[in-house]
């Protein structure tokens, strides 16, 4: 098995390598000043082209085809193992270096740039960094899709959720289309029959903090394994031994950074509970896109929404706020904090949407995004074309007012073209999960009111977290839940929550 | 002048993926939770080790060969680039890939260790690692001594402060070893009959840090490329283009803090002033670190503790500590700020130590290190070997105490042998720039009592920091102040502050 552990031995080379980008993408997002990006940006693709070379090493050729004659006499977890390892070596070997770095050199820029430009809702000014960023992303969608055979967008897909297609994406998206505006109208009709107590702070940063911290502590976050900080954008990063988190915070709403905690607290606990005893390797990493998003919503909106939940987080907040509770103590009582989050309302922004106008958010991305990778909606167009389609699909315009429109995620900018349906396909999985956890664990609901999350973390690693990349998305899913992925378990969710309005 | 263009490609590359390196380490140092600690210890020595790998590609020994038949025709600096980029690579190639790696990891185990052990003061947990840091630095210091014709202290020496030799800074050393116990005894004799004011806080550590960024402010630190955060071990790190200071507080003395602020920003004004246009290369690197201590202590000891640079101070301290200052005003007053900061007494911690008896904390060092390398002292031998030199030096014992004996420093945990000395040649050199400094501008210390560092930092920057590596050291010293480095403006500088007393 010599070949295959020669393969091992790189990729565990590899691993460390991205240890170093990942905790210097962090530091970009969260510590560094804003003049030092043009060097970031030039550290960052240097590292990344050499990361790129490490991993189409060209004896790594003869090393698969000699670990392929191996895989006989390979356990179950190295078979997988080899698998994943050829997959990532065919995607490297699609892309030559120098596309690598000169994508990486204007990701980091066009981010940047992003930060400044989206401040002050200058399109035009983020324009020549977003072509650049488009025009290498076709590039390698193009490289991409003729090593893989498949479609140029689906090419990019497969980096995130390894598999997906476009064709297997567009009928649950169309499914959501269907059923969601319904669902919407009914719920919002019922919700304005209700009376919602609110308290506008304001919350002091500092107090926020700590909410967050010890949130994450009875959440089960290991705070010897990670952090938590700030950025204009929630993300969770970092690497599994060394998990880095952060969130935003407003002065007159700690529910959003709060609940911004909880979401990334979902990633942040899957990252954590990888197979320890893999980790370095291909399989041990984290299945993919889908499952990752599904464990953050899984956290954030059928545990952290539910009533049980705020039954146990109500007198956490209530003394992280002790002014406010006591002047406004309707608003922090278990009723009117789940009215709070569990408002629908059609509004700009993705990540403070609801979880029924959300989807509406991602298929919109999901339609441009896959014309902006085949060429036929062209970067200067994208302002009218979001226009147009939150329109159509939320009845809210965006025009003149890029950043609450295609400027407000990272996304683009950052070159993750082919993520958005990961958040809408998470979703769904989400509440298949769930749905399958509470199944098993009868008094699943009872012990998330104590604050008491052993039981549900059991089910999560025994189903997903230890299997790492050991089973491919469609198997986790049905290992986990007995069907595949579909709308199923979240309409009746949405049904339940939303339109009955059974908390 | 291919061959001479191919190097400098080269090396703009290793200065990339340096800056990857340095910001790891500032991260390890201040913002990773302990237990990441082996997987980051693994990550930095892959890359140093790849960073080694790329500069000692074999064909570098070709490059450098037609580069010599090219020098001819480059320009001043680029001749100086050139000897700079040689000299890198001789040392480089000196030393195999794999005990690269290995001391890269032995040191990151060794100072992660170091960070818990030296707070339970628990020399023998520590001993194992330091063995290995010890053994894998006398191996690379014979390795050197091979290459370069040098003894292997003087091979470590030679990292930090090119050419510099134990024979320059042996009579440098017996001079200050003859004249400091004196100087001491009268300037504690001196004291004695003076009054010092002092108040001990509490001192509140956001306010401390708010003060010690507006006093990097007002030393002209330059936020868009840098930052404040707190470590264990006040340092200087980062790249040039984001410098990152650090400083750590205590509740019941702002000073320490403040003046590590200050220390630290002497070092940084330092980084943050290298020629621009040459950054990326080796002739653009800071001189040396005897040079970079003398720019940290200008500003600590010369400037920081002068009667003007009280007078400007003071208002600033006290506005940070309004109800102190207005309960107890004289320890806020300009004069017995001074007093404070220039008492003399023999104390264990270095970097707490005064002008006069810090050189002794050097001087005791560097003959353990010397020893250390050679191997005439073992490794757990150190704790004996340290309280004997404290009770000659200082009259000190630091028996059962290592945490404030031996375990004090992170330079050797770190693996950085050869360094100590330049903080008391820096010290030396400190003085002779100063004191050149106020000769050519006649009222710089009235410009520096209205907080105006606009004419020093303008003498510095044409003779030292716009210099980069383009000169050797004593060319350096030589051009700015017309003499070699001697203790003769330190021993004047002691005279008139200590023993006279004249502020």
Redesign the interface.
Known sequence: MRNYAALTEIHR?LY??R??DA??SW?DAT??????G???A??????RG?IHQ?ATQPHMADLFAGAADESGQLQPWDQANLREMRREWLRATALPQSLVEAASRAESHSEQAWRRLRATNDFAGFLPFFRDVVRLKQEAARALSEKLGLSPYDALLDAFEPGMKVAQITPLFARLRAFLPTAIGKTMARQRTEAVATCAGPYPVDRQRELGIEMMRRLGF??????LDTSHHPFCGG?P??VRITTRYRADDFLAALYGVVHECGHAKYQQHLPQNWLGLPVAEPRGSCIHESQSLLLEMHVGRSRAFAEFAAPMIAAAFPDLAATEPDAFDPTHLLRQLSRVRPTLIRVDADELTYPCHIILRFELEKQLVDGSLHPEDVPDAWDAGMREMLGLSTRGNDRDGCMQDVHWPAGMFGYFPSYALGALAAAQFFRAAKRTCADLMVQIGHGDFARLDDWLDRHIWSQGSFRSTSELIEGATGVPLSTEAFEEHVERRYVQGEG
């Open positions: 080379e460390r390598l240890h170093a905790i210097l530091d510590m560094m000043p804003a003049s030092a043009r060097a970031r030039e550290a960052l693709s240097t590292l050499l490490q290991d705070f010897r394994r990670g952090r690497v031994e060394d």
